[in-house]
Each structure stands twice: as C-alpha cells, then as structure tokens.
C-alpha cells in the first residue's frame, strides 16, 4: 500500500514524480503529496483523495516554483490516521527542513512518539510517519549527515517501511530506506529515481537495482551509492527491467479492467508458448527446480496466498489433487502465519501472487522457508520480493495489471496450476496418458474459447442491467467451480460495492437459503457432463422455490435450464475440470458491467490497494 516515487536530476521533476505516482495510484488514493526542493526551499503541496487533486493543486500554484532540482511524491493507503489532509504524507519534522515519505507501518511508533515529544517534538498529525520525520531529525541534529541519521533512526523502527528522506541542508540527495517494504533505485544518465514499484520510473529508465532489507541508498544526479545497516558499501546487481511503457496505457479501453479481461486470450498463450506444444509431448516445466525422484514421492503440497490468488489456489487443489493425487491444503496465508502448521521439509510450499508483494503471504513463504520446505512461487511479478525468496518460480507473464480488480492474473494463475498438475501427474505417471492429452488438447483451445466468450458480451451486459439495481448476491456452485463463486462474488464486492458471497450450493440449505427472497438473485455454475452437475440444478430449484431470481453460468450444450433460470449466460463447450478458466471471464465481465452502469470507479474501487504490503 502506498507509493513512494523521488526524482533527481534536470527533468522537470514535478512531471516526473506526477508520472510516477500515477503509475503508482494503485497503491492507493487516499490522498497524494510532493516536497520539492526548490533553489533552497522545500515546498511541499498536499491534497485529499485521488492524484488528480495534487495535479490540479500543482498547476494552480505553478507560478510560486522558481526551478525545483529533486522532490519525493506519495500517494497514501490509510493505515494510521484516518484519510484527512492533516494525515496525508509528506511529513516533516517540527522545523519544516526535514521531509519524509513512507509505506509500511511503523509498529512502535507510540513509544516513539512519546519520547519525541519529551524532547519538544511537535506533532501534527495522527500518522506513524510522522515519528520517522522527527527521528530522523533529532539524529541530524547530532551527525549533520542525512545518510548517517536514516541509518540510526531505521536501527530503532519496529515494523515495515519503505521511506524516502529530504533535507533543506543536503538539497543534493535524497536517502532512501527498507524493511518489509519493496523499494528499487532506477538509474539514469544525469539523473536517478527511487520507487516503491517499477511502474513508478519505467518511462525513464529499464536499469534498476532493488534495494533489500536494512539497506540504505543515497541517490544523487550522478551517483547512487547503497550500504548496509552499518554502513558497509553494498555492491548491488544492476537489472534491466522487462516492463514496456505501453503496458500502462488503456489502449482505447474505458478502464484497464476491461483491457485486462481482453488480454486474457493473449495471457494464455503466452504461457504454454515453450511449455506445452503439442498434445503428445510432456508439460515443460524446467522452473520447477526439484528432484524428480522427490516430485515422484511427494505426498503434501501446501498453497498460501490471499484473496483472488487464494481463489486460484483453491482452483489448483482440485487440479493437483485430480491430476497427480497429491493432497493438497490450502490455506489464507494471514491465517497460515498465526497457528502451528505441520509443514516440513517434505512438504512443497507454492506461495501465489499477482504482486509478489502481499505481505501475509511473504511473511507465510519466510515460516515455510525456516522450516526448510521447498518453496514455490507462482507470480506475475518475476522481480518481486516474492520471487527472490523462491526455489522455484513460476512466472505468469500476464503484463503488468493495473486495476485493483485481478482479473488476467487470475486466468494466469489458474493455467500454471494445470500445467504444474500435469508435470507432476506426468512424474508420477498418476493419470492416463489419452486424459492428460485430452487436457493438453483443451488448454490449447482455451485461448480461442475465451475469445468467443469476448466477441460477443450482450447478453451479460443485459444481465447487468436486469440486476445492477440489487443489493445481494448469492453465488453458488459445486467441486471446482467453488473457486469460480468465490471469484466472481468477489469481483462483483470489491468494484460495485454490492453485497456477493459464494457457497457451496450443497451448503445453501443449511443456513444461506433462509435469507432467499425476489430480492436476492442467485447465480449457480453448472457444467453438464460433469459430476456436479445434477446437484447443483437440484440447488437452483430449491433457490427457486424461494422465489429467488435465477442466473445460470453454464455451457453451449446446456438444453434443459432455460425454463428454471431468469437469465442464462452462456461459455462454449469445455470438460468440468478445465471450465474455471472460462466460467471466470463472464464473471468478471458481470461485475464490470455492474459497477459501469452503477457508475462505480472501476479501476480504483474505495478502500482498496493492489498491493497490500501491510499485514
Ligand atoms: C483482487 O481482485 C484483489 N484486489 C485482492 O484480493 C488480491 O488478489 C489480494 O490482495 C492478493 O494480492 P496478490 O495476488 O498480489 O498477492
């Protein structure tokens, strides 16, 4: 949560950080800020909710800049302090000289504080941030060195933190700090940047170098020097970024989650390009970095994730326990971290995130890490503190995704689950050769399949419109489309703000059904030919005899509902075990159409950050 983006150098450093914190503004937009340091001044502009307010504010006040030289930017995910003005970051020490911005979450702030304001600190706000501000500016007023003062005041934080440091005094650099918190340096010609996230500087500069824990990084026009928590010099591997500017532009899409459910066809593709060629040759999965003998005797596969990750992870037991008859728990990975797991070394730990920042579920792989299980990671970001901590990575390569709503990195998700499933079945010859070639045969129409599905979207739009006016949803299903109603109800939650929950349909009668009435329409996953089929038909009748609305998600070939069910949105033809990957794209597209015609902000939905990097 929150983005942090500093600039030095001969741009214009107001465009540049604006650039970068829109690039960032999914990270949150409770509220923006800027210090610049301007020909000996630090001026610092703030402003309540989304970026654009901070640009407004900006060209307002165009005129009072003379030439600013470097500046921080932030945009804010409230955690301390509600979303006030007062609360927004920059945050600076009682004189004003000393700047601060910062992600993460200071833990003993409040002792902190207290000593602070012992010594005459005066605060303003209600923010952790704030003690760092005057932390780092009571060690100033002792080393006189910005560099040494970060370092001593990090040594006494407990918590997290990504944090950028201005001076009045040292206009030449801006400090930078780490812990828990992802924070990268890119380099320039005559000019560097520091980030929370590469989105922030990719239309600058592709080298970067990610800073690591307790690392200190002093950027200046034409240097960029990192040292340890004790002020070693730290010699760090300079990186090329795989990011295209274009990738954050809308490409004629009203909001990147439509462009984003549009790139699914394009995602799947990607993905068995070089894995899965031709139906009669093995899955290549060369990411996989364990022992085949091991992979043979495996017998637990845990899966740890959050949110619509965990989703895909529920997705993946029901493959992996299909396909190679490994057992296979899944777990929330704020729930992993707080109990006494069985988890060892023969255990395969798969952590799963689109960001490969949530901080759950790091801290959940570091507790597998410690108990020295093999850990992998299945992300869509390769260069993700995630990544770093795997044995084994498995890159979804969905292209950078921007709306909050996951959508592509989900159906990314999902297709490595398969191909994980059929390597190990493969390994362990647990499946007929004639079904996993069905399987690989299917995979390979899945792209063309979602396609279909996209060519022709009214009907779900019409949907849309029948129910957009409702306030509760009942998503039911059985067997692995359980993953697709937990999904689907929350894409429809967290982008119209509509009240959605997914249950087992088996599950309906032994509690949900007493809230079903006219006003609750219930829409039910059915997939003919497979084996839950039948009940889950059985369920919607008994929805229906509650007068509750009907939709029905199910395939082509499906002749006999259309009587019992209000509306029926339609995919093409596909085996049960494979349908999650297209039942999820009307789904998604239902609750974008929802929140449309509800004039929802799609792509920035309230309360909420795509990379939650506080636990
Ligand atoms: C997805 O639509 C959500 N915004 C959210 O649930 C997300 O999936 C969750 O925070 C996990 O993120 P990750 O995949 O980046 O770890």
Known sequence: MCGIVGYIGKRDVVSVLLKGLTNLEYRGYDSAGMALQDCGEIKIYKTLGKLVNLKNELENKKSELKHPSSGIGHIRWATHGSPSLVNAHPHTCSCGKLVVVHNGIIENYKELREELIKKGCVFRSQTDTETIAHLVADEYANTKNLEEAVRNSVKKLQGAYAVCVIHKDAPDIIVGARKHAPM?????????????????????????????????????????????????????????????????????????????????????????????????????????????????????????????????????????????????????????????????????????????????????????????????????????????????????????????????????????????????????????????????????????????????????????????????FIYIARGINLATAYEGALKLK??????????????????????????????????????????????????????????????????????????VIRIPKISEILSPALTCVPLQLLAYYIAEFLGKDVDQPRNLAKSVTVE
Request: aromatic letters at 6%; a negative charge.
């Open 184 to 472: 990268l340096v890119g380099i320039g010609d005559g000019e560097n940047f520091i980030a929370s996230d590469t989105p922030a500087i990719i239309e600058y500069t592709k080298r970067t170098i990610y800073l690591d824990d307790n690392e200190i990084a002093v950027i200046s026009q034409n240097s960029v020097k990192v040292t340890d928590i004790n002020g070693h010099e730290v010699i760090k591997k300079v990186e090329t970024l795989p990011w295209e500017p274009v990738a954050l532009s809308k490409l004629g899409f009203k909001h990147f989650m439509l462009k984003e459910i549009y790139e699914q066809s394009d995602v799947i593709r990607n993905l068995l390009n070089g894995k899965l060629y031709d139906i009669d040759e093995c899955v290549k999965l060369d990411e996989v970095k364990i022992d085949k003998e091991i992979l043979k005797n495996l017998n637990k596969i845990e899966i740890i994730a959050c949110g619509t990750s965990l989703h895909a992870a529920l997705a993946g037991k029901y493959i992996i326990e299909d396909f190679a008859g490994i057992s296979v728990e899944v777990e929330a990975s704020s729930e992993y971290i707080y109990r006494k797991t069985t988890t060892n070394a023969s255990t395969l730990v798969i952590g799963v995130s689109q960001s490969g920042e949530t901080a759950d579920t790091i801290t959940a792989i570091k507790q597998a890490k410690a108990k020295n299980s093999h850990v992998l990671i299945i992300t869509n970001r390769p260069d993700s503190n995630m990544a770093r901590l795997a044995d084994s990575l498995i890159p979804v390569n969905a292209g950078i995704e921007v709306s909050v709503a996951a959508t592509k990195s989900y159906t990314a998700q999902l297709i490595s689950f398969y191909l994980l499933a059929i390597h190990l079945a493969e390994i362990k010859g647990s499946m007929e050769k004639s079904y996993l070639k069905n399987i690989k045969h299917e995979l390979i129409q899945l792209p063309s399949k979602i396609e279909e599905i996209l060519s022709n979207t009214s009907n779900i739009k019409e949907c849309a419109r029948k129910y957009s006016s409702y306030k509760n």
């Open 494 to 567: 967290e982008i119209s703000y509509i009240n959605a929950t997914g249950y087992p349909a088996g599950e309906l009668k032994h509690g949900p059904i007493a809230m079903l009435d006219e006003t609750m329409p219930v829409l039910s996953i059915l997939m003919p030919g497979g084996i839950t089929y039948e009940k889950v038909l059985s369920n919607s009748e008994e929805a229906k005899a509650r007068n509750a609305k009907l939709i029905a998600l199910t395939s082509s070939d499906d002749k006999n509902i259309d009587a019992l069910f209000d509306v």
